[in-house]
């Protein structure tokens, strides 16, 4: 029981941030003097090799990590401060996610009006003598609800 | 009935295949986002998207929507699901996973506002002369309207997942929440159309919900009081950037009896059409089932009305009968501000706005 409330229990350590290899990167030296000189310096090489991979690796991860939070970051949700004389009931469940207007586009114009009962006013725009006149023309259709 | 006064800029057709009518776009005088709107449900569905390219596909979610939602929760259609279940005359239904969703967040929205919005005002509506689609009714037809029927009460209808429990003799309208339900819908379902790129605002008849990516500090939106004096100083522009806002009045929608001016927005309790001090109430909340819902329980609420909205939540602005202005619960008194909302959702239990068809 202690030993599975060890918290460094399954941890591997990278071989980059580790000291030099350990036995266990080591295979036994079967085929003689020169054979293994050559395969001796072929596996630190390879555990050259293996240790510069690891190392890149583990920095891209590091800069991948950092770079998603920042991003999570800069598009959190906007959520409005609870109204100052409200208090928020606790029984509501969060659902809508809109994201904050950060790099959307540029609306100056109302593009739609709610009022009593869904009266539409419509924002419209038009050249007159070369200057942009904007006029709001309100609609009043029949309505229902369903 | 108040006839359309004028047009809108037309500046193309678009095409809806399966749409009872055609989309108009509109031009709002910026040509970064694409607007259009049409006739749908008895009222206006106006949507706004950006990038603008994306507009041909979003007409059709939104098409999807209104035409699901119209089969599910219209009285006024023989063919609907509703219409059904009232032909029965009560019983156990197995309901279709769309109507489901409507009537239990039409349910929770009762259950949230304590009764003030009930989906069971069906009977009250007819009785008041409702009986019809709106503009079919002759707002001067003589003769005094029925007996005020209170409603029965949103407990006494049991929804267990699809398994709908209506006792006999109960009629739903679930007036209260089902335009705010279709706005959710569709802006989500263009969303979903668009691989979540870019933005969107859906308005149903006022009932404008948005989703994605806002413009630049928010959705610009008008908030106006009545269809009256489009002068009027009791309008407001604001900036939406997530959520939506909703707003009911006593304003429209009126029709007469005997003399008797009579609206759509019934006082559960007592049958009759709400006689507090307000006319028109806006609401901004994290769905737009939501602000349909407490706009509405905020007209029935009457003097309690601010209490209500401050306890519950939720920004709000309310025109009095008189004209004054009041603002609650962080909603902006300056005009151009943003609107900012709890992302938290009363009504819709335990889950996200679907796009249920």
Not at chain 2, 224 to 240: I, K
Request: proline share 7%.
């Amino acid at each position: 029981m202690d030993a599975e409330r060890d918290p460094r229990r399954g941890q591997v350590r990278l071989p980059a941030f580790a000291e030099p290899a350990a036995a266990g990167w080591q295979a036994p030296e079967a085929d003689g003097p020169a054979l293994a000189g050559r395969s001796g310096k072929a596996r630190r090489v390879g555990i050259r090799q293996v240790r510069r991979m690891s190392n890149w690796t583990a920095a891209a991860l590091i800069v991948g990590t950092g770079a998603t939070t920042v991003a999570l970051a800069h598009h959190a949700i906007s959520v409005g401060a609870p109204a100052a004389a409200a208090s928020s009931s606790s029984s509501g469940v969060v659902t809508t996610v809109t994201a904050q207007g950060a790099s959307g586009p540029q609306v100056s114009h109302s593009v739609a009006t709610t009022s009593a009962s869904g009266v539409t006013t419509t924002t419209t725009s038009q050249v007159v003598n070369g200057k942009t006149v904007v006029s709001q023309v309100r609609h009043a259709p029949a309505y229902h609800d369903n | 009935m108040l006839p359309p006064t004028t047009t809108t800029d037309v500046l193309a057709a678009v095409p809806a295949p399966g749409a009872a009518s055609s989309w108009r776009r509109i031009s709002t005088g910026d040509d970064t986002v694409a607007v259009a709107e049409r006739a749908a449900l008895g009222t206006t569905a106006r949507l706004a998207v950006w990038p603008p390219e994306s507009l041909s596909a979003a007409l059709g979610a939104v098409d999807g929507v209104l035409s699901a939602l119209d089969r599910q929760a219209s009285r006024f259609r023989e063919d609907s699901e509703i219409a059904w279940i009232h032909r029965s005359g009560g019983g156990r239904f197995m309901l279709s996973n769309g109507f489901a969703e409507a009537v239990s967040v039409a349910l929770e929205a009762a259950r949230w506002t304590g009764g003030l919005v009930d989906p069971t005002v069906g009977d009250a509506l007819i009785s008041l002369g409702y009986d019809r689609d709106f503009a079919a009714i002759d707002p001067e037809r003589g003769g005094p309207a029925g007996a005020p029927v209170p409603a029965p009460g949103w407990q006494t209808v049991r929804l267990d997942g699809p398994i709908l429990s209506l006792p006999a003799g109960v009629r739903l309208d679930l007036g209260a929440t089902a335009k705010g339900l279709g706005s959710d819908r569709a802006a989500r379902a263009v969303m979903n159309a668009a691989g979540q790129a870019g933005g969107v605002l859906v308005s149903l008849g006022g009932d404008i919900a948005v989703a994605g990516q806002s413009p630049r500090d928010g959705w610009p939106i008008l908030v106006a009081d009545g269809p009256e004096d489009p002068a009027s100083s009791l309008t407001q522009n604001v900036r939406l950037a997530g959520g939506a806002v909703a707003t009911s009045s006593v304003t429209c929608r009126q029709w007469r009896r005997a003399g008797q001016v009579l609206h759509h927005i019934v006082d559960p309790r007592t049958g009759l059409p709400a006689d507090g001090p307000w006319q028109t109430v806006s609401v901004a909340a994290a769905t737009c089932a939501d602000a349909n819902a407490a706009a509405t329980a905020a007209v029935v609420a009457g003097e309690r009305a601010q209490e209500w909205l401050a306890v519950a939540g939720q920004p709000a602005r309310l025109v009095a009968r008189d004209g004054q202005v009041r603002y609650v619960g962080g909603w902006p008194d300056a005009d151009g501000g943003r609107v900012n909302v709890s992302p938290a959702s009363h009504v819709y239990r335990g889950s996200r706005p679907g796009v249920l068809r």
